[in-house]
């Protein structure tokens, strides 16, 4: 009898065992999937409750899809909107245009290279708010910015104060600091390059542009879409800075959906229209990525 129970206790404990194994994969991600629903799946759940209320001095009621009706046809949301992705444009465009141009400087050898490295991670490491009021110092009347411009006007530029000109103001300084991610990533792709690929492209008489486009772009075509796909993301959360520099203005000029999301929940508190903003721009980002890597032909 005791020999039968060990058995079947043994048989038991090696079907677990099998079970365990067949299954480990799953088993190892399990902490991850937790950390994912904690910190994704529960706020977006959570959002998505709360879009579907109306807050008021009375309470919150159940106003389902209104919320997303009154946002999509008022023109303050399709103008923030539009503010984001011009925000969203010019920042991307000098970010990746030079961090491609400075890991490519860097990957040729230059003198003191893990000297500039360093130094130009400096701006990556310090938070935005900090980064704006860096900033926010260099753009006074009379300061820095205006002392080196100075031959080229005729007195103080009001960076922040003028609508024509602040959104761009605001470019600045997240250019300043997200450039060198750019450049970290595609160096980092530059340099997983063979080099007895490119001696192979050269043997073959291959000029310098021709091994960039045929040799070097198809190593790092991930990588760029990644840091595009990244960098479109980061621009479109901006808040930090516009916070700190103008609180939207002048004038609504620089009114980023972040900060029109903001202004909805902790200016009028009305919750249920900040999560519906909220929600509309996760499902936009998720269209821009989705775009990316379709029209690239990428995967990850």
């Known amino acids: 009898m005791s020999l039968q129970s060990d058995t079947a206790v043994g048989g038991r404990y090696e079907s677990a065992l099998l079970w365990v194994e067949d299954h480990l994969r799953w088993i190892l991600t399990l902490p991850a999937l937790a950390v994912l629903a904690a910190f994704f799946v529960y706020p977006v759940g959570r959002a998505l409750v709360l879009s579907l209320y109306q807050f008021d001095a009375a309470g919150r009621q159940f106003v389902g899809f209104e919320n997303y009706v009154a946002i999509l046809t008022a023109g303050a949301f399709w103008q923030s909107l539009w503010i984001t992705a011009k925000f969203m444009f010019f920042a991307v465009s000098f970010e990746v245009g030079l961090g491609i141009a400075i890991a490519f400087v ?25 980064v704006a009021l860096l900033w926010q110092l260099l753009y006074q009347n009379g300061g820095v910015l205006d002392s080196l411009v100075a031959p080229l006007t005729n007195g103080p530029v009001p960076w922040l104060s003028d609508p024509s000109i602040a959104l761009y ?61 990244l960098r479109v993301i980061g621009t479109m959360r901006v808040f930090a800075k516009v916070f700190v520099l103008t609180r939207g203005g002048p004038a609504k000029s620089t009114e980023v959906i972040s900060m029109a999301m903001y202004r909805e929940a902790f200016s009028y508190g009305n919750y249920g229209r900040a999560s519906t903003m909220a929600l509309l721009l996760l499902l936009i980002a998720l269209a821009i990525t989705y775009a990316f890597a379709t029209v690239s032909e990428v995967e990850f």
């Open 106 to 130: 860097l990957n040729s050898k230059v003198r003191f290279r893990g000297l500039i490295q360093t130094i130009g991670l400096v701006p990556l490491v310090i938070s935005p708010t900090v």
């Open 169 to 229: 103001a605001l470019v600045l300084p997240d250019v300043w600091q997200m450039t060198p991610l750019v450049t970290l990533i595609v160096l980092a792709g530059l340099q997983s390059v063979p080099d007895h690929v490119q001696e192979a492209a050269m043997m073959d008489g291959a000029g310098r542009m021709r091994r960039l486009v045929d040799v070097t772009l198809p190593y790092i075509k991930e990588l760029v879409v990644l840091v595009l796909i």
